[in-house]
């Protein structure tokens, strides 16, 4: 079977932008709420004349704060199901947030390659804020904005690296 990429991280860093932009075509659900229940969504991607298929687990439906955890283990794991690579998605804006902790560190237990994402780099100047991401234990981020279309061949070649 092809290579398989799970785009993983809290709710509303951008997992289900970054997978339609990568897809060229909106098949995700984009919502600005957490909890809106979606189903596992996948699409073959090519690079460098490789095919792999990359994932947007959306996970269940939430509408409590408490049950955020619950929801994050939920969408990880239906995420790393067969997953060789896992995309870890963070928000640039909004630097470490308490749940992206507790994502990096179920991560960490997989011991799988993961490539960490910062997403809503929308303009110049990100990099100073990104660096932080370092601290989550899997290298420099990878500083993206999904909404402007920056730097979409650079993960799709560190993609294509992490295979
Ligand atoms: P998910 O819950 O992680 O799948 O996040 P979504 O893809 O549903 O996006 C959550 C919110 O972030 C939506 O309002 C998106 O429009 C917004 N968003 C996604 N990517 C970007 C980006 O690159 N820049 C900005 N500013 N907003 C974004
Ligand atoms: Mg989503």
């Not at 995700?28 to 596992?40: H, L, N, P």
Request: proline share 3%; charged share 30%.
């Amino acid at each position: 079977s092809l290579p398989q990429v799970s785009i993983v991280g809290r709710p509303n860093v951008g997992k289900s932008s970054i997978f339609n932009w990568l897809a060229g075509r909106r098949l995700a659900i984009v919502d600005d709420m957490a909890g809106v229940t979606r189903d596992r969504m996948t699409f073959l991607i090519n690079e460098k004349d490789r095919y792999f298929e990359i994932v947007d687990t959306g996970g269940i439906g939430i509408n409590d704060v408490d049950e955020l955890d619950e929801e994050i283990e939920h969408q990880i794991e239906l995420g790393i199901q067969g997953a060789d690579v896992l995309m870890f998605v963070v928000d640039a804006r909004d630097g470490i947030t308490p749940l992206d902790r507790s994502v990096a560190k179920r991560l960490r237990k997989l011991e799988k390659p993961v490539l960490l994402v910062a997403n809503k780099c929308d303009g110049d100047n990100w990099e100073t804020q990104a660096s932080e991401f370092f601290a989550l234990g899997f290298g420099q981020p990878i500083l993206v904005s999904a909404k402007n279309n920056r730097r979409k061949s650079m993960l799709t070649e560190a993609l294509h690296e992490s295979l």
